[in-house]
């Protein structure tokens, strides 16, 4: 059988054999391409499969089908992750996928506010920052976060950190987090404008049901941040993580989901407005 649409992920197949009502749903795959791994499909007659397309960014694919005959094979990859490396701007910022080109500005980032002496929080020091790149963009590579760094674009200053991570591909959730900007940046616009972009491209192009941030109950900066963007508090997770120096972290969980978007979408673009000023 001719490799359909093989440049499209796919994240379920249903079977329905033709004259039979119901669709019994396979196990879940992802397909990155068709050109990994097989799965043979045995069917006693024509059969017609549904396949629920992933799409990359970008796209707009909706659920189509194909007819095989009695006997097909598909290629398939058993996971998939839907990050891929993408720059994100806007006028205020750029998001830019994480690199060792970075670590000089991020050194300087950090050194602004000496923000590694926040016991509550884990941000390296400018000693540590070469090894906080690298192990960022290892969990790249398995799929499960997308690192960025954060510029501002009047200046071409380098502010500091984001991701995506704890991707969850199969269930259309992602969480945005290891967060940290420069002292200087705090309150300046910079923040509302890079969550703007990152939710932005969560919920409209990756087709996200929700976005998830997660803090220390001891941050009340973070806290405060983070529901002003509009997210809910769903709960605290006790003795969740044990923190470098070895005390342990209750972790507040937020979360904005896909209908609560638009709305979000709206405050963060008045509060970017609010900050420019009055357009002349």
């Known amino acids: 059988m001719r490799d359909p649409l093989p440049w499209i992920g796919i994240d379920t197949v249903f079977l329905q054999p033709r004259g039979v009502g119901a ?20 069917c006693a007659r024509t059969t017609t499969i549904f396949l629920r397309f992933i799409g990359w960014p970008g796209s707009r694919v909706g659920p189509r089908q194909i007819s095989v005959s009695a006997s097909a094979r598909l290629r398939i990859v058993p996971s998939v992750t839907f990050l891929q490396p993408v720059t994100l701007s806007n006028d205020v910022v750029t998001l830019e996928p994480l690199s060792q080109d970075h670590l000089e500005g991020l050194c300087d980032a950090a050194r602004d506010g000496e923000l590694w002496n926040l016991w509550y929080t884990s941000v390296p020091h400018p000693d540590d920052m070469a090894a906080e790149i690298d192990r960022r963009l290892s969990l790249q590579q398995t799929g499960s976060m997308l690192p960025f760094t954060l510029r501002q674009n009047d200046t071409g200053q380098i502010l500091g950190m984001t991701t995506y991570m704890n991707a969850d591909a199969a269930h259309r959730r992602v969480e945005i987090g290891s967060t940290w900007n420069a002292a200087s940046a705090h309150r300046s616009g910079t ?12 919920f409209d192009e990756l087709d996200c049901i929700a976005v998830e941030f997660r803090t220390h109950w001891m941050n009340l900066q973070s806290r405060t941040a983070i529901a002003r963007l509009g997210a809910k508090q769903d709960g605290v997770l006790r003795n969740h993580t044990r923190m470098p120096d070895g005390s342990l972290r209750d972790t507040v969980v937020f979360s904005i989901i896909e209908s609560e978007w638009p709305a979000v979408r709206n405050e963060l673009d008045r509060r970017i407005t609010h900050h420019r000023g009055p357009a002349r």
Do not use: C, M, R
């Open 23 to 42: 669709v019994v749903p396979t196990p879940t795959f992802g397909f990155t391409n068709l050109h990994d791994d097989l799965i043979e499909l045995q």
């Open 191 to 202: 923040n509302a404008a890079s969550k703007l972009l990152l939710l932005s491209h969560a």
